[in-house]
RNA sequence: GCCCGGGUGGCGGAAUGGCAUACGCAGGGGACUUAAAAUCCCCGGCCCGCAAGGGCGUGUGGGUUCGACUCCCACCCUGGGCACCA
């Protein structure tokens, strides 16, 4: 028999793959839609990682099984190539950061490809093609037309070793997401996308999807919606200055509102600077807390630092007293209003600063009533209750006093969100130019539509400057243009867009990625659109979806988009851990090279490896070891259907007098649960269900011979292996005679009749203690079940005479007899 | 601190409330071989026992149940996300 050889059988089939375009997706098929993506690469120098083959492989799976479940299947790929770590390369060696990106796409497309994934070809973008970044620039202009892209001079995180202000999403506790260094707070003039416009239907839509709900609840936690109040504080004996207003989600509490305190960027210092009477000791606190980095700040832990600002005392609307105001910086100018009431006995941060200050702490709220809950006990206390304190309000639930207070002093309901706008400008090369020019007559004017694509012009120096200019601004060819608008002098914007603007459309730009007319033609987004699945790495759960659904929603909005949701489905894979546990890092030298794999066992071994080696969502360490197993399954399988294949009339008759009625039950339940399995990512117990087949199957049955199945059931079987290893079913496939390609022949229908075997195994149970397990005929009746097990030996002997006060039968599994 | 996960053999892990440790790796024994590799077969939780057999076992302590890895309560450890968000 012709041993197992991965290498040349692979080598067919992908060539025949791509020659024939096998995989390219229909748009005028009369089929049914499935649109499966997956995360589309950053080609970095280093070439894929076997992350991005769990997560590629998945989703073939997934892809695979769907066309032969009658789908007219999308499954595209491109590349993310704008990005620093390309722009680095390119500092350092003087080389065109388009011509790195190439070498690597190339890579990336020869490892993508040898890997097998059924990825339709004809339809890859590139985020760095002009024809690409025309629409990237496009979509922009749309933002900045309806006012959703601003420019507002604000303090950014900057990273100081990278020369680039980051998102808040991109600063990871105070250090630079991309290289750890910590970063500082500068003061920058910034272009904005207003994503907060959009939170509420972030947020509302998710229970329009099928999202993981650990997705789901970070995406919640990430846009942090707090139902509250604003309430105002007017400053005493300060006739026709505006009052403080705070926002609070517990008005309940205001009668114990003993102080406030505003953030260190706060106006009200300035506005009422004349009538601090320590004016330098309050400048001082505010200057030292402006120049602080987050790391400083997570230095000092909780410690709570502040300075009251004398001379000024606000009033409390409930209480009329008047209290103390204080500056502070674990109150932040960014969220709320930069102010807040502070309520020491119900507010942990409140309470450690009224602690430190020696300030009055008022408990307004009881857990149940005041007598149950004496006044100052386990304070701070920060759940609802029953009012205290409270004048009029004494006694009421504290859900009631929310609203009854807020009526009271004339504030107003106010829902609050933690996700900020978010900063789009970034002051280096490798990036989309934004479309705008600053005219010296008519101020900011955009780029008109026609003259798209802002192109990027070739430079010398990559090198982004200390100042925090982009290196664009040294080409003053380019940067030098005539005004759209009046036709005189203007400059160009020289910032570019982050990298997450590419990857915010893709998924639209690949149901028409050639069209030079739209982003993408209205009918062929209609035909495709939404995603039905999406899976993609944990990481990108806070950043990346946000922005993606973000842009999805503007554009819906402007009709340009059928659907309001870009993503159905959306599930990640764990991370590919190295040998040991630890992350893959070339510093630690634990990376794993798909290529030297798939040289070694194969593509399909690869595949199998991957899928087997644990829950698809964990994080799993990587085991050379390990990797043999898939690769034996497979030469075993493929030992076992050849021979069947090549068997002699006469083999297969004696093959076939066999009892075949256990063997096709087995199939029959594995063809149920590899595709169960498949949609509920378990990929995992799947292969282990056809390895414990195929153990079955091949097992010796007295006579040294593997146990035959009739032709029809060893096409369901190489059918369902398919998915997983796709170049060896292929080749079983034609052996058997197929001159179709697998991926369009209907997936095995689950009899459920034929997987049900004759016989079962029925436990013996004495006080709910295992005595013994026999086999027994499928479907007996308890009085039967029962008397077998009184009469069983081990049973009596567990027994030792004592008589059964009730017997429990579970039909088919068990008696279980309790003396 | 808050929000999600997860604790099962030497290792990765499997188990609709019903045979705990499937499947795979590593290990031990055997067959084949001049030999090795490959392959095939058999054995592998712990303790007592020559064995038959018995006892103990899914992070810890309780509980519910005829029966708990699975459900409930409390706790410990651990991975990830968020974090002075009023």
């Given at each position: 028999?012709?041993?197992?050889d991965p290498?040349?059988?692979?080598?067919?089939?992908?060539?025949?793959?791509?020659?024939?375009?096998?995989?390219?997706a229909?748009?005028?098929?009369?089929?049914p839609k499935?649109?499966?993506?997956?995360?589309?690469?950053?080609?970095?120098?280093?070439g894929?990682?076997?992350?991005?083959?769990r997560s590629?492989?998945?989703?073939?799976?997934?892809?695979?099984?769907r066309?032969?479940?009658g789908?007219?299947?999308?499954?595209?790929?491109?590349?993310?190539?704008?990005?620093?770590?390309?722009?680095n390369?390119?500092?350092?060696t003087?080389?065109?950061?388009?011509?790195?990106t190439?070498?690597?796409?190339?890579?990336f497309?020869?490892?993508?490809?040898?890997?097998g994934?059924?990825f339709?070809?004809?339809?890859?973008v590139n985020?760095?093609?002009?024809g690409?970044?025309?629409w990237?620039?496009?979509?922009?202009?749309?933002?900045y037309?309806?006012?959703?892209?601003?420019?507002?001079k604000?303090?950014?995180n900057?990273?100081?070793?990278?020369?680039i202000?980051l998102a808040?999403?991109e600063v990871?506790?105070?250090?630079?997401e991309?290289?750890?260094?910590?970063?500082?707070?500068?003061?920058?003039?910034q272009?904005m996308l207003a994503?907060?416009?959009?939170?509420?239907r972030?947020?509302?839509?998710?229970?329009t999807?099928?999202?993981?709900?650990?997705?789901k609840?970070?995406?919640?936690?990430?846009?942090?919606?707090s139902?509250?109040?604003?309430?105002?504080?007017?400053?005493?004996d300060?006739?026709g200055?505006p009052?403080l207003?705070?926002?609070?989600t517990?008005?309940?509490?205001?009668?114990?509102?003993?102080?406030?305190?505003?953030?260190?960027?706060?106006?009200?210092?300035?506005?009422?600077?004349d009538r601090?009477?320590?004016?330098g000791?309050?400048?001082?606190?505010?200057?030292?807390?402006?120049?602080k980095?987050?790391?400083?700040?997570l230095?000092?832990g909780?410690e709570?630092?502040g300075?009251?600002?004398?001379?000024?005392?606000?009033?409390?609307?409930?209480?009329k007293?008047?209290?103390?105001?204080?500056?502070?910086?674990?109150?932040?100018?960014?969220?709320?209003?930069?102010a807040?009431m502070?309520?020491?006995?119900?507010d942990?941060?409140?309470f450690?600063?009224?602690?430190k200050?020696?300030?009055?702490?008022?408990?307004?709220v009881?857990?149940?009533?005041a007598?149950?809950?004496?006044a100052?006990?386990d304070?701070?206390?920060?759940?609802?209750?029953i009012?205290?304190?409270?004048?009029?309000?004494?006694?009421?639930?504290?859900?009631?006093?929310?609203?009854?207070?807020v009526?009271?002093v004339g504030g107003r309901?106010?829902?609050q969100?933690?996700?900020?706008?978010?900063?789009?400008s970034r002051?280096?090369y490798?990036?989309?130019p934004?479309?705008?020019?600053?005219?010296?007559k008519?101020?900011?004017?955009?780029?008109p539509?026609?003259?798209?694509?802002?192109?990027?012009?070739d430079?010398?120096k990559y090198?982004?400057?200390d100042?925090?200019?982009?290196p664009?601004s040294?080409?003053?060819?380019w940067?030098n243009?005539?005004c759209?608008?009046?036709?005189?002098?203007?400059r160009?914007?020289?910032d570019?867009?982050?990298?997450?603007?590419?990857?915010?459309?893709?998924?639209?730009?690949?149901?028409?990625?050639?069209?030079?007319?739209?982003?993408a033609a209205?009918?062929?987004l209609k035909h495709?659109?939404?995603v039905?699945?999406?899976?993609g790495?944990?990481?990108?759960?806070t950043?990346?979806l946000?922005y993606?659904?973000f842009?999805?929603?503007f554009?819906?909005?402007?009709?340009?988009?059928?659907?309001?949701?870009?993503?159905m489905?959306?599930?990640?894979?764990?991370?590919?851990?190295?040998?040991?546990g630890?992350?893959?890092?070339k510093?630690?030298?634990?990376?794993?090279?798909?290529?030297?794999?798939?040289?070694n066992?194969?593509a399909?071994?690869?595949?199998?490896?991957?899928?087997?080696?644990g829950p698809f969502?964990?994080a799993i360490?990587?085991?050379?070891k390990?990797?043999?197993?898939?690769?034996?399954?497979?030469?075993?399988?493929?030992n076992?259907?050849?021979?069947?294949?090549?068997?002699?009339k006469?083999?297969?008759?004696?093959?076939?007098?066999?009892?075949?009625q256990p063997k096709?039950?087995?199939l029959?339940?594995?063809?149920?649960?590899?595709?169960?399995?498949?949609?509920?990512?378990?990929?995992?117990?799947?292969?282990?269900a056809?390895?414990?087949?195929?153990?079955?199957?091949?097992?010796?049955?007295?006579?040294?011979?593997a146990?035959?199945?009739?032709?029809e059931?060893?096409?369901?079987?190489?059918?369902?292996?398919?998915p997983?290893?796709?170049?060896?079913?292929?080749?079983?496939?034609?052996?058997m005679?197929?001159?179709?390609?697998?991926?369009f022949?209907?997936w095995p229908?689950?009899?459920?009749?034929l997987?049900?075997?004759?016989?079962?195994?029925?436990?013996?149970?004495?006080?709910g203690?295992v005595?013994?397990?026999?086999?027994?005929?499928?479907g007996?009746?308890?009085?039967e079940?029962?008397?077998?097990?009184?009469?069983?030996e081990?049973?009596r002997?567990?027994?030792?005479?004592?008589?059964?006060k009730?017997?429990?039968?579970?039909k088919?599994?068990?008696?279980n007899?309790?003396?």
């Amino acid at each position: 028999m012709e041993r197992y050889d991965p290498k040349e059988i692979e080598r067919k089939w992908r060539a025949r793959w791509l020659e024939e375009k096998v995989f390219a997706a229909r748009d005028d098929s009369p089929k049914p839609k499935y649109y499966a993506l997956v995360e589309f690469p950053y080609p970095s120098g280093d070439g894929l990682h076997t992350g991005h083959v769990r997560s590629y492989t998945a989703m073939d799976i997934v892809a695979r099984k769907r066309r032969m479940e009658g789908y007219n299947v999308l499954y595209p790929i491109g590349w993310d190539a704008f990005g620093l770590p390309t722009e680095n390369y390119a500092i350092k060696t003087g080389i065109h950061p388009k011509i790195v990106t190439k070498k690597n796409t190339d890579t990336f497309r020869r490892q993508l490809q040898s890997l097998g994934f059924s990825f339709d070809w004809d339809r890859e973008v590139n985020t760095t093609d002009p024809g690409y970044y025309r629409w990237t620039q496009w979509i922009f202009l749309q933002f900045y037309k309806k006012g959703l892209a601003y420019k507002e001079k604000m303090p950014i995180n900057w990273c100081p070793s990278c020369k680039i202000g980051l998102a808040n999403e991109e600063v990871v506790s105070g250090k630079c997401e991309r290289c750890g260094t910590p970063v500082e707070r500068r003061e920058k003039e910034q272009w904005m996308l207003a994503i907060t416009k959009y939170a509420d239907r972030l947020l509302a839509d998710l229970d329009t999807v099928e999202y993981l709900e650990k997705i789901k609840t970070q995406q919640v936690n990430w846009i942090g919606k707090s139902e509250g109040a604003e309430l105002g504080f007017a400053v005493a004996d300060a006739d026709g200055v505006p009052p403080l207003i705070v926002f609070t989600t517990r008005p309940d509490t205001l009668f114990g509102a003993t102080y406030m305190v505003v953030a260190p960027e706060h106006p009200l210092v300035h506005r009422l600077e004349d009538r601090i009477t320590n004016l330098g000791e309050v400048a001082e606190y505010m200057k030292k807390a402006a120049a602080k980095t987050e790391e400083e700040r997570l230095a000092e832990g909780r410690e709570k630092t502040g300075v009251e600002i004398k001379g000024i005392k606000a009033v409390n609307p409930a209480t009329k007293e008047e209290i103390p105001v204080f500056v502070a910086d674990y109150v932040l100018g960014s969220y709320g209003t930069g102010a807040i009431m502070a309520v020491p006995a119900h507010d942990e941060r409140d309470f450690a600063f009224a602690k430190k200050f020696a300030l009055p702490i008022r408990q307004v709220v009881a857990r149940h009533s005041a007598e149950a809950h004496p006044a100052g006990a386990d304070l701070p206390y920060t759940g609802g209750g029953i009012l205290m304190n409270s004048g009029p309000f004494d006694g009421m639930d504290s859900e009631a006093a929310k609203r009854e207070i807020v009526k009271a002093v004339g504030g107003r309901a106010k829902t609050q969100f933690h996700l900020r706008d978010w900063v789009f400008s970034r002051q280096h090369y490798w990036g989309e130019p934004i479309p705008v020019v600053f005219c010296e007559k008519d101020g900011m004017v955009p780029v008109p539509e026609k003259d798209l694509p802002v192109m990027l012009p070739d430079i010398e120096k990559y090198q982004p400057t200390d100042t925090g200019e982009s290196p664009l601004s040294a080409i003053r060819e380019w940067v030098n243009v005539a005004c759209p608008a009046c036709g005189g002098p203007a400059r160009r914007e020289t910032d570019t867009m982050p990298n997450w603007a590419g990857s915010s459309w893709y998924f639209l730009r690949y149901t028409d990625p050639k069209n030079d007319k739209a982003f993408a033609a209205p009918e062929k987004l209609k035909h495709w659109m939404q995603v039905d699945w999406y899976n993609g790495g944990m990481e990108h759960t806070t950043l990346h979806l946000l922005y993606s659904r973000f842009w999805n929603k503007f554009l819906y909005d402007l009709g340009a988009v059928p659907v309001s949701e870009p993503y159905m489905k959306r599930t990640s894979q764990g991370m590919v851990l190295g040998k040991g546990g630890d992350k893959m890092s070339k510093s630690k030298g634990n990376v794993v090279n798909p290529d030297s794999v798939v040289e070694n066992f194969g593509a399909d071994t690869l595949r199998v490896y991957e899928m087997f080696m644990g829950p698809f969502d964990q994080a799993i360490p990587w085991d050379d070891k390990s990797i043999q197993g898939a690769g034996r399954f497979l030469e075993r399988f493929w030992n076992y259907a050849l021979g069947l294949i090549e068997a002699t009339k006469e083999e297969k008759e004696r093959y076939e007098a066999r009892a075949q009625q256990p063997k096709r039950a087995a199939l029959h339940r594995t063809i149920k649960k590899v595709g169960d399995d498949i949609e509920a990512m378990k990929f995992n117990t799947a292969i282990s269900a056809m390895m414990s087949l195929l153990n079955e199957l091949t097992a010796s049955e007295g006579d040294g011979h593997a146990a035959a199945l009739p032709d029809e059931d060893l096409r369901a079987l190489i059918k369902i292996l398919g998915p997983f290893a796709p170049h060896m079913a292929q080749e079983l496939w034609s052996r058997m005679g197929g001159a179709t390609y697998l991926d369009f022949e209907p997936w095995p229908v689950y009899d459920p009749k034929l997987a049900v075997e004759d016989e079962t195994t029925l436990v013996f149970q004495v006080d709910g203690r295992v005595r013994d397990t026999v086999r027994a005929a499928r479907g007996i009746g308890e009085e039967e079940a029962r008397a077998m097990a009184l009469a069983n030996e081990k049973v009596r002997a567990a027994l030792a005479g004592r008589e059964p006060k009730r017997v429990i039968f579970v039909k088919d599994r068990l008696v279980n007899v309790v003396a």
